[in-house]
C-alpha cells in the first residue's frame, strides 16, 4: 500500500513538474518572438497552459497582453481564441456576468471567420453558466443550439458535456424523464464511446439513481446506486457515507429492513468516522425508521435513543430537511407512546419550520414556462447576421450619398409624404364614426354569444341532474329492492313457522349479508345524491382514526370469518382533522369492498401512518387484484361494477363516494394493485385545519 501510494505521489509529483517546464519553456520562447501573428498562437498556447494549471492570475496578464497585439494585427481568428479564454477564467472565478459578455464578444469573433464548431462550444459553455446561475430557460436554450451543431459532427467530449448540462437544466426544472434522456446519452458517450472520464461517470450514475428514486422507481434507483458502490467508481469515504442513506431509503420503500439498517449502519459509522454531523444525523434517522415500522417494545426503545441522538446533533447545524425529519419522527414516537402533549409540541415544531423551508425553496425556485424542446431550434448558420448587418450599414451610406447628392428630389418626396399623410388623416377621421358603430355591435354578438353559452351550461346542468334521477330509481327499483325482498322472504319464513332451528343458525349470515349490503347501499346512495346536488358539506374535527377502524371491523368480522378471511389490524393511535361521519363512509367502503374481493384463506390488513406531516390509512388484501386498464376507472361513478368472490354484487358508486368524501376534507385516495396478488387502497388526510 505505501509503494502504491509513492507511485502516486511520484506521478502527480512528475505530471506537475512536467506541466511547469512546459509553461516555463513557453514563456522563454515568446521573448524572443517578433510581434506577429506567431507570437499571438504561441501565447494561446501558453494561456492554456495556464488556465489548465489553475494559475489565473498569470493567464490573465498574458490574455490582456495578447488581446492588445491581435487587435493591432487584425488577428480575428486568435483574438477570437484569447477572448475565448478570457471567459473562460471568468467562468472559473465565477464572474459570471463578464463571462457570459465575453463569451459573446469571442462568438461575434467566430461567427465573422464562420467558425460553426467554436461558435457551438461557445453555446454549450453559455449553456453551462446560465444553468450555474438558476437561468435554465437561457440555459437549455444555449445547450440545444450547441447539441444540435455537435451531433451533426459527432464531437463526443463536447456532447458529453452538453449533454450532462442539459440533463442537470431539466433535473432542476423537474423534467425527470428528459432528465434520465440525457444522462443516459451522456452515460453512453462516456462508456461506450471510450471517454470514461471517471468524474461525468460518477454524476451520471448518482442522477440516474435520485432520479429513479423521485420516479419511485426504487429497483432502478438501486441499480444505478449498487453500480456506483460496487462497480468500479473509485468513491472517497465522504461520498460513499453520503450514498449509503440513499440507498437504504430505497430498500425501506421496498420494505426490505434488513438491508436498510445494514446500509445506514454502515452509513453512521463512517459519517462518525468523518466528523460528519449531517450524515450522522441522516443515519440515526434512517434507524429509527426502521424500528418504527418493526415496532416492538425493543426496536421503540432503540428508536428512542436514536431520535434523542439526532436531535442532540441538529443543535449544532442549520435548521434544514434533515432536522425535519428528526422533527417528524420525535412526533410519530410520541403518537405510538401515547404522549400526545409532546407529540403535539413536536407537530407544532416541524409544521413552523417546514413552512419556512417551503418558503425558502419557492423563493429560490426557477419556473420553466415553455418546454424548449417543442421551440424550434436554430442552427448555427441561422443565427450567423453579422453580413446582412454590414450590408445594411452600406445601404445606409448609399442613401446618404444619394441624399447630399439629389437634395431637391430628396424635398419633393418629403412635401409629397406630407400630403399624404393629411389626406390619410382625414379619411380616417371621417371612418371613425363606421368604426364606433362595428364596435358596439360586435360588443352585442359578444353579450349574446355569452348568453348563449350560460344558457348551453344550465341545460347540460339539468341533463347531468335528470341522470342523476335516473340512477337512484335504477338502483333503487333493482339492487337495493333485491336485498330488502331477500330480508322480507326470510322474515315471512321465520313468522310462518317454515324454518328449523338448525335452517334459522344456517340462514343467519345469509341475512346479515343482505342486511349489511342494504345498509351500505343506503349510506353510498344518499351520499351520492347529495354530493351530485351540491349539498354535502363536511364538518371537521381532531379524531383518533384507530377508533374508527375498531367500529368498522366489528361491523364486518362476521362476513369476513364466513368467508374464511383474517383481518389483520396495525392502525396506531392518531388523530385526523376531517368530518368523521365522511372518513366512516370510506372506511366502511374500503373494508366491504376487500371483503367482497377475497377468499378463504386471504388477509385484510389496516394500518396507519405519519407522512410528511398528513396521516396515510391504508386497507391492502390479498385478493383477486385489479387489471391495470380498470384502475383509471376506480374512482368515476358508474364506471365500472364487478360481482364478488361469492358472486355478491355492488353498484360502482362506492369508489366514487369515497373520491368525493376525502377531496370535501382535503385529502387525497389512490390505489395500487397487481391482478391475481392483491389491492392496497391509501387514503391522506390533514393532521390539523389546513391554512
Known amino acids: 500500500m505505501k509503494k502504491l501510494l509513492s507511485l502516486v505521489f511520484f506521478l502527480c509529483l512528475t505530471f506537475g513538474f512536467s506541466q511547469t517546464k512546459d509553461i516555463d519553456s513557453l514563456t522563454l520562447e515568446l521573448a524572443f518572438q517578433n510581434q506577429d501573428s506567431v507570437k499571438v498562437d504561441t501565447s494561446i498556447e501558453l494561456i492554456k497552459k495556464l488556465y489548465n494549471a489553475n494559475e489565473l492570475g498569470r493567464a490573465i496578464e498574458f490574455i490582456n497582453q495578447t488581446e492588445k497585439l491581435a487587435t493591432d494585427l487584425g488577428y480575428d481568428s486568435g483574438l477570437a481564441e484569447i477572448t475565448y479564454y478570457k471567459a473562460l477564467v471568468y467562468d472559473r472565478k465565477e464572474d459570471y456576468i463578464n463571462a457570459i459578455n465575453t463569451f459573446k464578444k469571442s462568438q461575434q469573433l467566430y461567427l465573422k471567420s464562420h467558425d460553426t464548431i467554436n461558435v457551438a462550444r461557445i453555446y454549450g459553455n453559455l449553456g453551462l453558466v446560465e444553468i450555474k446561475r438558476g437561468n435554465y430557460q437561457d440555459g437549455l436554450k444555449y445547450s440545444l443550439i450547441a447539441t444540435k451543431e455537435l451531433e451533426k459532427r459527432n464531437l463526443r467530449t463536447e456532447l458529453s458535456k452538453n449533454y450532462k448540462n442539459l440533463a442537470q437544466a431539466y433535473l432542476n426544472t423537474r423534467d425527470y424523464d428528459r432528465a434520465i434522456e440525457y444522462n443516459l446519452k451522456t452515460l453512453y458517450l462516456e462508456e461506450q464511446s471510450g471517454l470514461k472520464n471517471e468524474s461525468t461517470i460518477y454524476d451520471v450514475y448518482k442522477d440516474l439513481a435520485l432520479l429513479y428514486a423521485y420516479k419511485n422507481e426504487n429497483r432502478k434507483a438501486l441499480e444505478y446506486y449498487g453500480k456506483l458502490v460496487d462497480n468500479g467508481v473509485t468513491l472517497t469515504d465522504e461520498e460513499r457515507a453520503s450514498i449509503l442513506p440513499l440507498m437504504a431509503n430505497e430498500y425501506f420503500k421496498l420494505n426490505n429492513l434488513d438491508k436498510a439498517?445494514?446500509?445506514?449502519?454502515?452509513?453512521?459509522?463512517?459519517?462518525?468516522?468523518?466528523?460528519?454531523?449531517?450524515?450522522?444525523?441522516?443515519?440515526?434517522?434512517?434507524?429509527?425508521?426502521?424500528?418504527?415500522?418493526?415496532?416492538?417494545?425493543?426496536?421503540?426503545?432503540?428508536?428512542?435513543?436514536?431520535?434523542?441522538?439526532?436531535?442532540?446533533?441538529?443543535?449544532?447545524?442549520?435548521?434544514?430537511?434533515?432536522?425535519?425529519?428528526?422533527?417528524?419522527?420525535?412526533?410519530?414516537?410520541?403518537?405510538?407512546?401515547?404522549?400526545?402533549?409532546?407529540?403535539?409540541?413536536?407537530?407544532?415544531?416541524?409544521?413552523?419550520?417546514?413552512?419556512?423551508?417551503?418558503?425558502?425553496?419557492?423563493?429560490?425556485?426557477?419556473?420553466?414556462?415553455?418546454?424548449?424542446?417543442?421551440?424550434?431550434?436554430?442552427?448555427?448558420?441561422?443565427?450567423?447576421?453579422?453580413?446582412?448587418?454590414?450590408?445594411?450599414?452600406?445601404?445606409?451610406?448609399?442613401?446618404?450619398?444619394?441624399?447630399?447628392?439629389?437634395?431637391?428630389?430628396?424635398?419633393?418626396?418629403?412635401?409629397?409624404?406630407?400630403?399624404?399623410?393629411?389626406?390619410?388623416?382625414?379619411?380616417?377621421?371621417?371612418?371613425?364614426?363606421?368604426?364606433?358603430?362595428?364596435?358596439?355591435?360586435?360588443?352585442?354578438?359578444?353579450?349574446?354569444?355569452?348568453?348563449?353559452?350560460?344558457?348551453?351550461?344550465?341545460?347540460?346542468?339539468?341533463?347531468?341532474?335528470?341522470?342523476?334521477?335516473?340512477?337512484?330509481?335504477?338502483?333503487?327499483?333493482?339492487?337495493?329492492?333485491?336485498?330488502?325482498?331477500?330480508?322480507?322472504?326470510?322474515?315471512?319464513?321465520?313468522?310462518?313457522?317454515?324454518?328449523?332451528?338448525?335452517?334459522?343458525?344456517?340462514?343467519?349470515?345469509?341475512?346479515?349479508?343482505?342486511?349489511?349490503?342494504?345498509?351500505?347501499?343506503?349510506?353510498?346512495?344518499?351520499?351520492?345524491?347529495?354530493?351530485?346536488?351540491?349539498?354535502?358539506?363536511?364538518?371537521?374535527?381532531?379524531f383518533d382514526v384507530q377508533e374508527v377502524f375498531e367500529t368498522k371491523i366489528k361491523l364486518i368480522d362476521q362476513r369476513a370469518e364466513s368467508k374464511g378471511i383474517s383481518i389483520i389490524d396495525h392502525t396506531l393511535r392518531d388523530f385526523v382533522y376531517a368530518d368523521k361521519s365522511m372518513i366512516e363512509i370510506v372506511v366502511q367502503n374500503l373494508l366491504a369492498n376487500a371483503v367482497k374481493f377475497t377468499k378463504a384463506g386471504d388477509t385484510i390488513t389496516v394500518s396507519n401512518h405519519i407522512s410528511n406531516g398528513t396521516a396515510i390509512i391504508s386497507v391492502a388484501d390479498t385478493g383477486v387484484g385489479i387489471a391495470k386498464e380498470n384502475l383509471d376507472k376506480l374512482f368515476k361513478a358508474n364506471s365500472m361494477t364487478t360481482l364478488g368472490t361469492k358472486n355478491e354484487k355492488g353498484t360502482g358508486l362506492g369508489l366514487s363516494i369515497c373520491k368525493e368524501l376525502v377531496d370535501l376534507n382535503n385529502g387525497k385516495i389512490w390505489v395500487e394493485s397487481t391482478l391475481n396478488v392483491g389491492t392496497t387502497f391509501y387514503v391522506q388526510l390533514p393532521k390539523s385545519k389546513p391554512n
Open 261 to 542: 439498517t445494514q446500509l445506514y449502519t454502515e452509513s453512521l459509522q463512517l459519517s462518525k468516522q468523518l466528523n460528519n454531523t449531517l450524515g450522522t444525523i441522516t443515519a440515526l434517522n434512517g434507524l429509527a425508521k426502521v424500528n418504527l415500522k418493526n415496532f416492538n417494545t425493543l426496536s421503540l426503545k432503540q428508536a428512542d435513543y436514536q431520535i434523542n441522538e439526532a436531535l442532540r446533533l441538529t443543535e449544532s447545524i442549520d435548521e434544514n430537511e434533515t432536522v425535519l425529519e428528526s422533527y417528524r419522527l420525535r412526533m410519530e414516537l410520541d403518537s405510538v407512546k401515547g404522549q400526545f402533549q409532546s407529540a403535539y409540541q413536536w407537530q407544532q415544531k416541524y409544521f413552523l419550520l417546514k413552512e419556512r423551508l417551503n418558503d425558502e425553496s419557492h423563493a429560490k425556485e426557477e419556473i420553466i414556462n415553455n418546454p424548449l424542446d417543442e421551440v424550434e431550434v436554430p442552427s448555427i448558420e441561422e443565427l450567423n447576421k453579422p453580413q446582412v448587418q454590414e450590408q445594411d450599414t452600406e445601404t445606409d451610406k448609399s442613401f446618404f450619398t444619394l441624399k447630399s447628392k439629389y437634395k431637391i428630389l430628396l424635398y419633393g418626396l418629403l412635401a409629397a409624404f406630407i400630403i399624404s399623410l393629411a389626406a390619410l388623416i382625414f379619411v380616417l377621421t371621417r371612418k371613425n364614426g363606421t368604426a364606433k358603430n362595428h364596435e358596439e355591435l360586435e360588443e352585442e354578438n359578444k353579450k349574446l354569444e355569452l348568453q348563449k353559452e350560460a344558457i348551453l351550461e344550465q341545460t347540460k346542468h339539468l341533463e347531468e341532474v335528470n341522470k342523476v334521477k335516473d340512477k337512484l330509481f335504477s338502483i333503487v327499483s333493482h339492487d337495493l329492492k333485491d336485498s330488502l325482498t331477500s330480508i322480507n322472504g326470510f322474515i315471512d319464513l321465520l313468522r310462518d313457522g317454515s324454518l328449523s332451528r338448525q335452517e334459522f343458525e344456517r340462514l343467519i349470515p345469509e341475512l346479515s349479508e343482505n342486511a349489511n349490503s342494504a345498509s351500505l347501499l343506503l349510506f353510498n346512495l344518499l351520499n351520492w345524491s347529495k354530493s351530485q346536488m351540491q349539498s354535502l358539506d363536511p364538518n371537521p374535527s381532531l
